[in-house]
């Protein structure tokens, strides 16, 4: 019985937590627009930040509930699902073309922050100074992102004239977003709960857990929103959804995660950092190549994280000892 109300518990969370990500995204885009954002700046910022919501309250929670190995698995493991499985498929359905500020700035940032957290993870801990030091690199860049937006505002068109006329749809967007971060929160902490039941039950570590299950659960957000984003041409939201939420978490929800609570890591954490930093990197490569993504690159990557899973469950059952 309590294998059946754990399973339901986590799909009926996951629901929650992908549709409360869904009404977030929403409403800040609609804020973002009334404010004459770029496109580009929305998909790194406001929808980056709001797809990433999930990985957010499950890393938080974890990091509350002492399950830190799940805190920076579901981190990692959302990472490469986001660049290798969701920009594979964009790639795959057709070329993405990639924004210069993206190849010039917004990557390479990404890529540093990849560093840093190998850098930080070596000793097999995040100390709470360290997440301090990633809460500040997170303000910094989207403060730097506040002021190039501001030197290339965005137009505003006649239906967002229209919908910044009403106050109150403002009010009612402003209370969409707290409602939706409290149903996130509530969600992830049922997320935990369950998927630390069905760990102990089955005996599969917090890491793989948290590397499979929950990465690509609370993934689901970026899935649907970049899919979306390149079947409309919106090349810049599809691609900066991802870099954006990558970055945000890497800074934001593992330095808020280690600075409610350091994070005391295993082996298996240091060596999939370094992976996820691997991916990041011959990813780049495909995108400086041409300024776009090709599908053979896409199916590149899809072959790269399959070849990933199959690393982890080998390494979980002692196959492959590193």
Same mark, same amino acid.
């Given at each position: 019985?309590?294998?059946?109300?754990?399973?339901?518990?986590?799909?009926?969370?996951?629901?929650?937590?992908?549709?409360?990500?869904?009404?977030?995204?929403?409403?800040?885009?609609?804020?973002? @627009?009334?404010?004459?954002?770029? #496109? &580009?700046?929305?998909? /790194?910022? $406001? !929808?980056?930040?709001?797809? =990433?919501?999930?990985?957010?309250?499950?890393?938080?929670?974890?990091?509350?509930?002492?399950?830190?190995?799940?805190?920076?698995?579901?981190?990692?493991?959302?990472?490469?699902?986001?660049?290798?499985?969701?920009?594979?498929?964009?790639?795959?359905?057709?070329?993405?073309v990639v924004d210069k500020e993206i190849i010039k700035f917004d990557y390479p940032v990404c890529l540093l922050a990849s560093i840093l957290l190998v850098f930080f993870v070596r000793d097999m801990a995040v100390e709470r100074l360290e997440g301090i030091v990633l809460l500040?690199?997170?303000?910094?860049?989207?403060?730097?992102?506040?002021?190039?937006?501001?030197?290339?505002?965005?137009?505003?068109?006649?239906?967002? @004239?229209?919908?910044?006329?009403? #106050? &109150?749809?403002?009010? /009612?967007? $402003? !209370?969409?977003?707290?409602? =939706?971060?409290?149903?996130?929160?509530?969600?992830?902490?049922?997320?935990?709960?369950?998927?630390?039941?069905?760990?102990?039950?089955?005996?599969?570590?917090?890491?793989?857990?948290?590397?499979?299950?929950?990465?690509?659960?609370?993934?689901?957000?970026?899935?649907?929103?970049?899919?979306?984003?390149?079947?409309?041409?919106?090349?810049?939201?599809?691609?900066?959804?991802?870099?954006?939420?990558?970055?945000?978490?890497?800074?934001?929800?593992?330095?808020?995660?280690?600075?409610?609570?350091?994070?005391?890591?295993?082996?298996?954490?240091?060596?999939?950092?370094?992976?996820?930093?691997?991916?990041?990197?011959?990813?780049y490569i495909f995108v400086c190549s041409g300024a776009k993504i090709k599908k053979s690159e896409g199916v590149i990557m899809l072959i790269m994280y399959a070849a990933y899973m199959t690393f982890v469950f080998l390494r979980e059952f002692g196959i492959i000892i590193l």
């Open positions: 019985m309590q294998i059946v109300l754990n399973l339901l518990l986590l799909l009926a969370c996951f629901a929650i937590l992908i549709k409360g990500a869904d009404f977030l995204v929403d409403a800040c885009s609609f804020i973002a @627009k009334k404010l004459k954002v770029p #496109s &580009l700046i929305i998909g /790194l910022t $406001i !929808v980056a930040f709001g797809t =990433s919501a999930p990985e957010a309250g499950v890393s938080i929670v974890s990091s509350l509930q002492g399950s830190n190995s799940l805190s920076i698995s579901n981190v990692v493991g959302s990472n490469l699902f986001n660049l290798l499985v969701i920009v594979g498929l964009c790639s795959i359905i057709g070329n993405i500040v690199l997170i303000v910094v860049y989207c403060v730097y992102l506040i002021s190039r937006a501001k030197r290339t505002p965005a137009q505003q068109d006649e239906e967002n @004239k229209e919908t910044g006329k009403g #106050s &109150l749809k403002v009010f /009612l967007n $402003i !209370v969409i977003i707290i409602v =939706s971060i409290a149903a996130i929160y509530f969600a992830s902490k049922g997320i935990v709960s369950s998927c630390t039941f069905f760990a102990k039950l089955f005996g599969i570590s917090d890491t793989v857990i948290g590397l499979t299950i929950v990465a690509l659960g609370t993934s689901l957000p970026e899935l649907v929103t970049s899919l979306v984003a390149h079947k409309k041409g919106e090349y810049s939201i599809a691609l900066g959804n991802i870099i954006g939420s990558n970055l945000f978490n890497i800074l934001f929800v593992l330095g808020i995660a280690s600075t409610i609570s350091p994070l005391e890591l295993c082996y298996d954490n240091v060596v999939d950092a370094i992976i996820c930093f691997v991916g990041m990197a011959v990813c």
